[in-house]
C-alpha cells in the first residue's frame, strides 16, 4: 500500500510568521509531488508542483523535495490569516501515475 | 479559460432517486477524473477517463456510472444511492493520465445529499 503521511494539525502560526508543512511518501519511485490548499467547503487548488530534488520558489511560498529521505515539505512565508486552510500533499504512484492524497495538515494562521 | 466547472453545486437525492453530476472542461485536457470527498478526508479517486475512455475504476459500487460523451465533457450518474455515499464530488482535469508532472486541477464540486 503506497501512502503518504501528513501531520493532520492543526497548525497555529501568528500572521508574519513562516508556516512550515511536511510529507512524507512510501513510494520510492515517485517522482511528482504537488501541495493543494482547500478551503473549508470548497475544492483543492493547486498552489505548486515539484519534480526534482532541492527547492521552488513561488511568492511566498516554497516547496522542498528530498527524494533520497522521501520527504516534500511546503513553507509558507509571511503567513496571513487567509492562509489558515487544510493543505494537502499529493503523490504521483510510480506504475499506476494516480494521485495518492495525504490526509492533509490543517493550518491556522492567528492575527 | 483555466476552469472547470460542475453541476450542480448542491444536489438532495433520495435512494430511489436517479440524478447525474456533470463536469467541463475547455483547457484541451485528455484527461479527467471523479474524486468523492468525505468530511475532514482527502479526496478519494473513483474513476479516470483517458482520451475519452475509462482507464481506471477504483472499484466502485455500480450505483456510480460514469461516462465521458466528448473530450470536455464528464458524467457522473447516479442511482439507488445509500446515505453514507453523501460527499463532496470532485471533478478534476489534466494534461495526460499515464505519465508524471500531470497538475490535476479541480472543479468546484457537487454537495450531495442522499436522504
Known amino acids: 500500500q503506497k501512502e503518504v503521511e501528513q501531520n493532520s494539525g492543526p497548525l497555529s502560526v501568528p500572521e508574519g510568521a513562516i508556516a512550515s508543512l511536511n510529507c512524507t511518501y512510501s513510494?520510492?519511485?515517485?517522482?511528482?509531488f504537488f501541495w493543494y490548499r482547500q478551503y473549508s467547503g470548497k475544492s483543492p487548488e493547486l498552489i505548486m508542483s515539484?519534480?526534482?530534488?532541492g527547492d521552488k520558489e513561488d511568492g511566498r511560498f516554497t516547496a522542498q523535495l528530498n527524494k533520497a529521505s522521501q520527504y516534500v515539505s511546503l513553507l509558507i512565508r509571511d503567513s496571513q490569516p487567509s492562509d489558515s486552510a487544510t493543505y494537502l500533499c499529493a503523490v504521483i504512484t510510480s506504475g499506476t501515475y494516480k494521485y495518492i492524497f495525504g490526509t492533509g495538515t490543517r493550518l491556522k494562521v492567528l492575527a | 479559460d483555466t476552469e472547470v466547472t460542475q453541476t450542480p453545486k448542491h444536489l438532495v437525492m433520495g435512494m430511489t432517486n436517479k440524478k447525474s453530476l456533470k463536469c467541463e472542461q475547455h483547457m484541451g485536457h485528455r484527461a479527467m477524473y471523479w474524486y468523492k470527498q468525505k468530511a475532514k478526508k482527502p479526496p478519494e479517486l473513483m474513476f479516470v477517463?483517458?482520451?475519452?475512455?475509462?482507464?481506471i475504476n477504483e472499484s466502485v459500487p455500480s450505483r456510480f456510472s460514469p461516462e465521458c460523451p466528448n473530450s470536455s465533457l464528464l458524467n457522473l450518474h447516479l442511482h439507488a444511492l445509500q446515505p453514507e455515499d453523501s460527499a463532496l464530488y470532485l471533478c478534476?482535469?489534466?494534461?495526460?493520465?499515464?505519465?508524471?508532472?500531470?497538475?490535476?486541477?479541480f472543479g468546484p464540486g457537487t454537495r450531495l445529499t442522499v436522504l
Open positions: 513510494d520510492r519511485g515517485s517522482q511528482s
Open positions: 515539484i519534480y526534482s530534488n
Open positions: 477517463y483517458s482520451y475519452e475512455k475509462l482507464s
Open positions: 478534476a482535469s489534466s494534461q495526460e493520465q499515464g505519465d508524471d508532472y500531470n497538475e490535476q486541477f
